[in-house]
């Protein structure tokens, strides 16, 4: 289990505003997509230059959606807002990859999304890592940005839209945006699917009793669980607002879309603080099986300290080296003393029986 990693750039004492990337150090070039799609026509072509980002014209009944892959390059996200004429604090939020999902709606006539898209890292030990994401959406465009770290997150949208299956190719850039959060919500369901798997493994050696289950297993699943809480959580306050709130951007008819989306949102919600509930009952009984471990491991060590106890006093009385000492002189002393020892253990055990003691 790794520690969350904190960056150290920062834009602190800077102007409101101020691009500054943070996050991991990126080696490869920021790639861009742009798409343009309708009930009848499919573009989906590399962007070369600025002028290949532009959306269509507001005449053209067809969808822009700009797929950026790489926000470290601070002077193209610059250009890319100046063309769309984003807000400044929007660019800022977009290149802090350690900021945290947020809903913001524009009085320019669009709103802004950044959330968290979580994928399975290792599965033993169970780690999660977070991808930094966000959506611009206006009146016949959406932008998404989106880190260099893994593969296209987005391309079983693009499929669809390849294919013209579904119902994406005749909705606009509102539908498009509700493919694109449904990406990133299923994701959720396969991550939790991991830490099921991991939590069921951990509970099978819980109840086996498994020597080599430590509790910085436990706890290390209880963080991953903390973590996926803490970067799903605030993606329901969005889309609730974004369900009771008129927004000019989402047509009346796509709001049970995004209903449905909230309502898998607290389904994995739910099914987190299940798992952690769980993993805390996990630690518990861990800890008691430990616990009655040691307590039989000391009763079997009390038990056997209180059999030679009389033995040992037997053995120290006859082991003095006075002269006046009758049974020295016994012909069968040894062998008397050898039962009597016998006699006392067979006597302490019967005893400890019948107090059900062992």
């Not at 893994?150 to 509102?174: M, W, Y």
């Not at 990133?184 to 493994?201: A, H, M, T, W």
């Not at 798992?275 to 861990?286: G, I, M």
């Not at 430990?290 to 030679?308: C, D, E, G």
Request: proline content about 4%; some cysteine.
């Amino acid at each position: 289990m790794k520690k969350t990693k904190r960056y150290r750039k920062r834009n602190l004492l800077t102007s409101p505003g101020t691009l500054t990337y943070i996050g991991p150090d990126i080696a490869v070039k920021t790639k861009i997509r742009r798409i343009q799609y309708s009930d009848k026509i499919f573009r989906d072509e590399p962007a070369h230059s600025l002028s290949d980002c532009a959306p269509a014209d507001q005449t053209e009944p067809v969808t822009t959606w700009l797929d950026v892959d790489g926000i470290h390059e601070i002077s193209l996200i610059e250009k890319l807002g100046k063309l769309y004429e984003l807000h400044p604090l929007l660019l800022e939020d977009v290149v802090n990859t350690e900021h945290k999902p947020k809903l913001e709606v524009y009085d320019a006539g669009y709103l802004f999304l950044t959330l968290k898209m979580l994928h399975v890292q290792s599965e033993s030990p169970i780690e999660i890592s977070c991808e930094h994401v966000s959506f611009v959406l206006g009146d016949n465009y959406v932008i998404s940005f989106q880190e260099e770290l893994t593969e296209d997150i987005f391309k079983p949208v693009l499929e669809r839209l390849q294919a013209s299956v579904g119902k994406t190719r005749k909705n606009g850039p509102d539908y498009l945006l509700f493919a694109l959060l449904d990406v990133v919500v299923d994701n959720y369901f396969i991550v939790l699917e991991k830490l099921g798997d991991s939590l069921d493994r951990a509970e099978d050696q819980v109840i086996a009793g498994a020597h080599d289950l430590s509790l910085k297993d436990l706890y290390a699943l209880k963080r991953e669980l903390s973590i996926a809480r803490r970067q799903i959580w605030p993606l329901r306050d969005m889309l609730n607002q974004l369900i009771r709130e008129d927004n000019a951007q989402i047509n009346k008819e796509i709001i049970p879309y995004y209903r449905d989306l909230y309502d898998h949102v607290m389904q994995v919600l739910d099914t987190i603080d299940s798992y952690r509930e769980l993993v805390a009952s996990l630690a518990d009984v861990h800890l008691s099986t430990l616990s009655n471990r040691m307590n039989s491991v000391m009763k079997t060590l009390t038990i056997f300290s209180a059999v030679f106890m009389p033995l040992t006093f037997i053995v120290g009385v006859y082991g003095m080296n006075f002269e006046n000492m009758p049974e020295l002189k016994w012909h069968y002393g040894y062998f008397y003393v050898w039962g009597l020892m016998a006699v006392v253990t067979i006597g302490m055990i019967f005893y400890f029986k019948s107090k059900k003691w062992m």
